[in-house]
């Protein structure tokens, strides 16, 4: 479909209502940058043909607008953030309020406004319905009533959920709309943890969280977690069946939401992300390069035509009857950086479903486009918040409170809806509209429904009768809108949600296993029919949905249902089956072990058995016996995958150097796997005997890693086995090992594991003959003893090794080794180690002079890339190349300079948590740093700037976690103005920078 410019199709004077003066509004942008004028906005958006956009109201009207919602009149209530700074505190002398927008001619202007309440603080989120509006203010979840619906509040505000977190600088509690379920919904990201219930839960009651998406029923007074992960959902929509799909604001843009699923928080290698228990977006692709580089690069795919950025606000799924029928269902997200709207089409795909790059559906055209929400109205248009605010989306450069527009998109000619007020309808007509091709109108129609259930004023057999009828309809759709009012509406019992869980449909099934998950399952009563689901139902959607709903039911119960689930041949492979099944398992291992080794040994998944085996083996100092029982029965599966699945779980959770009680039984097992093993079999079971200190095993890897006659990666893997187990006497291997290109890098690892005296001098004598890379392990490997430290700093300050080379990832943790004369010695070669706030920023405005500096030698590009490569690239992928430490930065707000300093020069200005230094002091004196990606019980998987660590528990002495980032401040120093120079147009580039 072509793009053009719009019409621009705006009226040459303001509207009739004129706008407060509200005192909270003062910008700390700087002085004399301001967005363009909210017509000209219009004039430069460009949709599809046959499409247009109105402004439907702008500032002084509406300023910092961040999410809104419609009344039953179609009456749009937005909520205005002012307490947001940009920084890690909100203004709390500032109030957030809520606006109502009236658009009482259709014309796509509103034309009557009015302030509804104005005296919210952190407000992210809000929510019309149930006799008044609900907000998602931290630490509350407020209602605020309006029953006499005069537009003024009824009384003081009502908290019915407390306990978010109020630390949290934008990763906030957020967003709220009500689900098909009756239940309210709502957002939460993970920069800090919550502890949120209903008022009055006791604290020992409540259990912390991080990114979720929640739920709570304003009936039952009840508060629950969903799902868990991402980083900070930020929308979510339902489509016509009724699963939801959430926006993602980073790592990964969309998820198709599972009910007690699990989703992925920190980016990872794909071959890591294979073997961790956390579920990936729906999504079959990310909105900027991150991987692949060349052979896409050489094709012209960049960023901006991938998508634009990996930042994405609001979530939309069509299903209303303006646009063309081919948008129905498709998603819709603002994207942060790429100023623009993307679209996803959603495809069915084994269990769930596979998200496809649609075309772009909007481009804003202006840097200080920051759309935030989006949601059809009741006439099929769609209505656009614009924050309206330069920079990077965390605004360290400012906050523009003056300004704020909301848009509406529109094709063709547009149906007017206004003058109606949905409490006027009669119950049946509130049932007819469940026929309604607008979505809109359908679930405002459900919730008054349910409105008038709970208040008692429903002609429930009148009701119960037409619903029965649309639920014979020929189409889902329509069937589950039905069903959806009888259960809000508690029309229908759990027995009649016994009989639909047999349906011929696949939805109708899944949701009835869902809505009787919400009253407990009462596992009694559907026991056989569950069991006959997981045995024989031939939808993999309602089988996922069966492995969510066993996480509702009693422990003991669970994998007499997962057994059979997990054996179906024809979920191989499926995308979420694996870890759905292990997530209801996890908790039932210890309690029914029996059907835990059965699950193990007979379930068709890779991933699942070797959790289950992970887990099993966790437990081996407490229950031994469940263990022999896995070794006892792998023995006799007759399939050598299987069999390894099993093995690299039990080395999952014995590995990290753990000293492991030798279990019985190991001696047959190994025994009777090895006489047929294949080479990777053979591989796994010396890996899992030098685990348990089998001396043979030791010796035999011992062998191959000193044989100059064998291949060197034959000898670089016994090498990597045995510094993991923690082998003993390996100081002189790992000398020798030194001087074989091929094992350094193990090498280098193994001393820093050991401690080898003379370690230190000998990686010293050797450091100025290896390249960048071995040259970078081994400083990092010489930073993490603290007598290696002093052998470093020696070497610096005998020139051996150039102090420039250090890393400030190094240096900090020389300085905060504990020892009073190695921080005195680093802050000699480097000075101090933290600037003041001060500091900080007089180095921005150095940093902004040189590299927007006029009449200097152009900056070069390539020379940039060494330096990224120097100095970032340990933590940082750009352009598919770099380690994982750390965020990637090939979608993010690059071309920004204000994004790049705030984060260069003062790191700490916001840290999540998975991005929060944790050190780990070992009982041999080491000490390392990074962050932790998994907590495995026995071993804890560390992945820090030199690569992934597994630590054995029993070998950490302490651990502390900072609230400092895991990005040291001090990137920049040492370097010339010239390199500043390079650097950050390296940074800054469009495209990637061939190698020579």
């Known amino acids: 479909m072509n793009m053009r410019s719009l019409p621009i199709l705006l009226l040459c004077f303001l509207p009739t209502a004129r706008a407060d003066d509200w005192p909270h509004a003062g910008n700390t942008q700087k002085a004399g940058e301001h967005p363009p004028s909210a017509m000209e906005q219009v004039a430069r958006m460009t949709v599809p043909e046959g499409f247009k956009v109105t402004l439907f109201a702008a500032e002084p009207d509406i300023r910092q607008p961040v999410s809104f919602t419609f009344d039953d009149r179609g009456r749009l209530w937005v909520l205005e953030c002012y307490t947001y700074t940009g920084k890690k505190q909100y203004d709390l002398r500032k109030r957030d309020r809520i606006v109502i927008l009236e658009d009482t001619d259709g014309d796509g ?84 943890p919550s502890r949120a219930a209903v008022v009055g839960t006791p604290v020992e009651e409540r259990e912390k969280f991080q990114a979720c998406i929640w739920r709570y029923h304003p009936g039952r007074n009840k508060f629950e977690i969903v799902c868990t992960g991402g980083i900070n959902p930020w929308g979510f929509d339902w489509n016509e069946v009724g699963e939801m799909f959430f926006t993602n604001n980073v790592n990964g843009q969309l998820f198709h939401l599972l009910p007690g699923a699990r989703y992925r928080v920190n980016f990872v290698p794909p071959h890591d992300a294979e073997k961790q228990p956390f579920l990936n977006q729906c999504a ?176 429930e057999e009148r009701v119960r009768e037409d619903l029965q009828r649309i639920y014979r309809h020929p189409d889902v759709s329509r069937r589950l809108r039905a069903m959806w009012c009888l259960y809000t509406t508690q029309l229908v019992d759990t027995d009649w949600l016994q009989v639909q869980m047999r349906d011929e449909n696949e939805h109708i099934r899944a949701w009835a296993l869902r809505l009787m998950s919400d009253d407990g399952m009462g596992y009694g009563r559907v026991r056989i029919i569950v069991a006959r689901m997981a045995r024989k139902d031939p939808s993999a959607l309602v089988r996922v949905h069966l492995a969510g709903a066993m996480q509702k039911i009693p422990i003991g119960y669970r994998l007499e249902v997962l057994v059979p689930l997990g054996k179906r041949e024809e979920d191989r492979g499926d995308a979420n089956l694996p870890l759905m099944i292990w997530f209801a398992a996890e908790d039932s291992i210890e309690r029914t072990p029996e059907l ?29 016996e469940i263990l022999e029982s896995l070794l006892e029965k792998l023995i006799r599966i007759d399939d050598q995958e299987h069999q390894r699945d099993l093995l690299d779980g039990l080395l999952d959770a014995l590995g990290g150097g753990r000293k492991v009680t030798v279990p019985e039984g190991w001696g047959a097992a190994y025994e009777s796997l090895g006489e047929s093993a294949e080479e990777g079999l053979e591989e796994k079971l010396a890996e899992l005997a030098v685990a348990f200190s089998d001396q043979e ?103 051996v090794i150039d102090r420039r080379e250090l890393s400030a990832f190094d240096a900090r943790r020389i300085h905060r080794a504990g020892d009073e004369a190695l921080r005195m010695r680093i802050e000699k070669q480097w000075g101090p180690l933290l600037s003041s706030d001060t500091d900080k920023e007089a180095e921005m405005v150095r940093v902004r002079g040189l590299v927007s500096a006029a009449g200097v030698a152009a900056p070069n590009p390539r020379r940039g890339k060494v330096l990224f490569q120097q100095r970032c690239a340990a933590c940082h992928v750009l352009w598919g190349e770099g380690g994982h430490a750390g965020p990637h930065l090939t979608g993010s707000d690059r071309r920004n300079l204000d994004y790049l300093l705030i984060n260069i020069i003062d790191p700490n200005a916001s840290v999540a948590p998975n991005y929060r230094l944790t050190t780990f002091t070992l009982k041999d004196g080491r000490e390392l740093s990074g962050f932790v990606e998994e907590d495995l019980g026995s071993v804890i998987r560390l992945r820090a700037q030199e690569g992934v660590h597994h630590l054995s528990r029993d070998r950490i002495a302490r651990r502390k976690t900072s609230e400092a980032s895991l990005m040291p401040e001090g990137i920049l120093r040492g370097l010339a103005d010239a390199e500043v120079r390079d650097l950050f147009e390296y940074l800054r580039g469009k495209h990637p920078v061939r190698n020579h």
């Open 284 to 459: 079959d692709h990310q909105h900027f390069d991150y991987g692949r580089v060349w052979n896409r690069a050489r094709t012209g795919v960049t960023t901006d035509e991938l998508g634009g950025g990996h930042s994405h606000c609001g979530g939309m799924i069509y299903l209303a009857d303006n646009w063309p029928a081919h948008y129905r269902g498709k998603v819709f997200m603002h994207n942060t950086h790429g100023k623009r709207v993307n679209m996803e089409v959603l495809e069915r795909s084994g269990s769930g479903y596979v998200a496809r790059h649609g075309k772009d559906f909007l481009r804003a055209n202006n840097p200080w486009y920051r759309g935030v929400e989006l949601r059809y109205g009741p006439d099929g248009g769609v209505y656009m918040l614009d924050w309206s605010d330069h920079g990077e989306c965390h605004d360290h450069d400012g906050v523009h409170r003056g300004s704020g527009r909301i848009y509406k998109v529109s094709f063709g000619a547009v149906k007017r809806q206004t003058g109606f007020n949905l409490r006027d309808f009669t119950d049946e007509q509130l049932v007819e509209l469940q026929l309604f091709e607008n979505d809109w109108w359908v679930r405002h129609a459900r919730r008054v429904l349910e409105e008038r259930a709970l208040q008692g004023k429903l002609d």
């Open 109 to 192: 202007r509103f034309d009557e406004r009015k302030v509804f309440w104005d005296e919210g603080q952190r407000a992210f989120g809000i929510e019309w319905g149930h006799g008044g509006v609900w907000v998602a203010q931290a630490p509350y979840l407020s209602f605020i009533a309006d029953r006499n619906y005069d537009d003024v509040p009824d009384g003081p505000v009502e908290h019915r959920v407390d306990g978010f977190t109020t630390e949290a600088s934008h990763n906030n509690v957020n967003g709220l709309r009500w689900g098909p379920d009756g239940w309210l919904w709502g957002r939460h990201g993970m920069l800090q």
């Open 697 to 799: 095993a030791l010796d035999g890897f011992r062998r191959i890693a000193s044989d100059g006659g064998i291949r060197p990666s034959q000898r670089r893997r016994a090498l990597e086995v045995l510094v993991k187990a923690g082998a003993e006497d390996l100081d002189a291997l790992l000398l020798q090992a030194l001087e074989v290109e091929e094992l350094i890098e193990v090498a280098l690892r193994g001393l820093g594991s050991t401690g080898t005296a003379g370690g230190a001098r000998e990686i010293i004598s050797k450091y100025a003959e290896w390249p960048d890379t071995e040259r970078q392990l081994a400083l990092s490997v010489l930073s993490s003893r603290k007598q290696y430290a002093h052998n470093l700093l020696e070497a610096m300050e005998q020139g």
């Open 596 to 624: 835990a080794v059965t699950l193990a040994t007979t379930t068709v998944h890779r991933l699942t058995r070797r959790l289950v085996a992970r887990h099993i083996a966790s437990l081996q100092g407490r229950r031994p």
